[in-house]
């Protein structure tokens, strides 16, 4: 299985202790061991930039996203 390949930066992928194990595991498995273009992180990041993406926000946070989205002046990217 690929990884993403913002894997090794992302601090989702590096930090497992700012979550709970099984949320984590699976959360990496769906987006980060999976389809990376649905990441809401990824997407966010290419509105926002990386370093405006928050460090705790999860790769399923479509609401965050879209805030973040909306305070930048610029449509959620879609999913791939
Ligand atoms: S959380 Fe998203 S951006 Fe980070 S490594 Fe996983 S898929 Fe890539």
Redesign the pocket.
């Known amino acids: 299985m690929e990884?993403?390949?913002?894997?090794?930066t992302?601090?989702?992928?590096s930090d497992e202790k700012e979550y709970s194990p099984e949320l984590y595991h699976v959360?990496?498995e769906r987006?980060?061991?999976?389809?990376?273009s649905?990441?809401?992180?990824?997407r966010a990041?290419l509105c926002v930039s990386r370093e405006n993406?928050p460090k705790t926000m999860?790769?399923a946070d479509e609401d965050e996203l879209r805030r973040l989205c909306e305070e930048a002046g610029c449509e959620p990217p879609a999913m791939a």
Do not use: H, I, N, Q
């Not at 990884?3 to 090794?8: D, G, I, L, T």
């Not at 992302?10 to 992928?13: G, H, I």
């Open positions: 990884v993403c390949a913002w894997a090794e992302c601090p989702f992928f959360m990496r987006y980060c061991f999976g389809d990376s649905t990441c809401a992180r990824k990041a993406v999860l790769p």
